[in-house]
């Protein structure tokens, strides 16, 4: 198992989702306190870029992390039936507080997401360079 590439692909989808979420927290933030004192409203617009910042990379390091890592264990399958036991565990693990049911639905969908993903990486080159397959 490499673990090198599960730690660079969980810390290149941290970086991104904190800038997507900063950017997003930050024009939120202005919305909110469009009334206010400009201190005011630049106050509630770093606060709230903050906090979009943490949730929206912690939602994209931890899925990220799962499929890598899954992957990383599936590697003899080809790379449609190895993506699609990532899709699925993802999908299972992400939906599991919810019930089993939902757990269920989340597996079937993640792991016809994930076959999709792995046989686009089979036609399209780029595309699986790009994904790591």
């Not at 201190?39 to 709230?48: E, H, Y």
């Amino acid at each position: 198992m490499d673990i090198d590439s599960i730690i660079t692909n969980t810390g290149k989808a941290y970086v991104v989702g904190y800038g997507i979420g900063v950017g997003t927290g930050f024009i939120v933030g202005m919305t909110k306190a469009y009334e206010e004192a400009p201190l005011v409203q630049l106050n509630s617009a770093l606060n709230t870029a903050s906090e979009f910042g943490s949730q929206i990379s912690y939602r994209m390091a931890l899925p990220t992390a799962i499929w890598t890592t899954t992957r990383q264990f599936t590697k003899k399958y080809s790379p449609a039936v190895s993506s699609a036991i990532a899709g699925g565990t993802i999908g299972t693990l992400y939906n599991l507080p919810s019930g089993w049911k939902q757990a269920a639905k989340g597996c079937v969908l993640g792991s016809a997401i994930g076959a999709a993903i792995g046989v686009a990486a089979t036609k399209v080159p780029q595309l699986g360079s790009f994904l790591g397959l």
